[in-house]
Nanobody, 121 residues
Framework: QVQLVESGGGLVQPGGSLRLSCVAS????????MGWYRQAPGKQRELVAR???????NYADSVKGRFTISRDSAKNTVYLQMNNLKPEDTAVYYC???????????????WGQGTQVTVSS
């Protein structure tokens, strides 16, 4: 079984910062991609940032220059440092990982349960 567990969400004022963490645990052979998505009320889930093996990163235009994704491969952990937060960043943030549980097996996508981020004064 593979589990992704997020932490670090909460309530913050506009202009503030939060750091999200996500740990993948279980029977994992390798992780190709780890990323963060978010879903605001009434909106579709959208990609925020992702990091690929080798360190290549992608960001949504709305968070470029404010958010930074990083990864500790030894700990199967991905982080999202969020600075200069805006009310429109309010959403449930989900971690995901594209990984293999066996050397020659297929890649599966796993999701965390989500963590609420609220930006409000």
């Amino acid at each position: 079984q593979v589990q992704l567990v997020e932490s670090g969400g909460g309530l913050v004022q506009p202009g503030g910062s939060l750091r999200l963490s996500c740990v993948a645990s279980g029977s994992i052979f390798s992780i190709n991609v780890m990323g963060w998505y978010r879903q605001a009320p009434g909106k579709q889930r959208e990609l925020v940032a992702r990091i690929i093996s080798g360190g290549i990163t992608n960001y949504a235009d709305s968070v470029k220059g404010r958010f930074t994704i990083s990864r500790d491969s030894a700990k199967n952990t991905v982080y999202l440092q969020m600075n200069n937060l805006k009310p429109e960043d309010t959403a449930v943030y989900y971690c995901n990982a594209d990984l293999r549980v066996q050397r020659s097996g297929p890649t599966f996508r796993y999701w965390g349960q989500g963590t609420q981020v609220t930006v409000s004064s």
